[in-house]
Nanobody, 118 residues
Framework: QVQLVESGGGLVQPGGSLRLSCAASGGGFSPAVMGWYRQAPGKERGLVAIMTSGGTINYGESVKGRFTISRDNTKNTVYLQMNSLKPEDTAVYYC????????????WGQGTQVTVSS
């Protein structure tokens, strides 16, 4: 079975930084796409950043220039470096992974809370 385990969330002041990690486990699982989504209370889950195994990246518009996604394909691990954090970044951040590039089942982590507040 596939499992995604996230870490790195917490409380940070505006302008601060956090680094999230997500490790995928499961025999034979080599995800073509891994990335991050987030959901704040009362809002829909939205794209933060996704990255293919070949290195193609898509960022959500609100995080461009502030967040950086990276992958270690040998470890099936994806990272999210979050800089210049704003209160509006406060949300539960979910890791996602998919074996196929354009379709297929999306696996999800349990989510990690990121709170940006003074």
């Amino acid at each position: 079975q596939v499992q995604l385990v996230e870490s790195g969330g917490g409380l940070v002041q505006p302008g601060g930084s956090l680094r999230l990690s997500c490790a995928a486990s499961g025999g034979g699982f080599s995800p073509a796409v891994m990335g991050w989504y987030r959901q704040a209370p009362g809002k829909e889950r939205g794209l933060v950043a996704i990255m293919t195994s070949g290195g193609t990246i898509n960022y959500g518009e609100s995080v461009k220039g502030r967040f950086t996604i990276s992958r270690d394909n040998t470890k099936n691990t994806v990272y999210l470096q979050m800089n210049s954090l704003k209160p509006e970044d406060t949300a539960v951040y979910y890791c996602s992974a998919r074996q196929k590039l354009l379709k297929g089942y999306n696996y999800w982590g349990q989510g990690t809370q990121v709170t940006v507040s003074s």
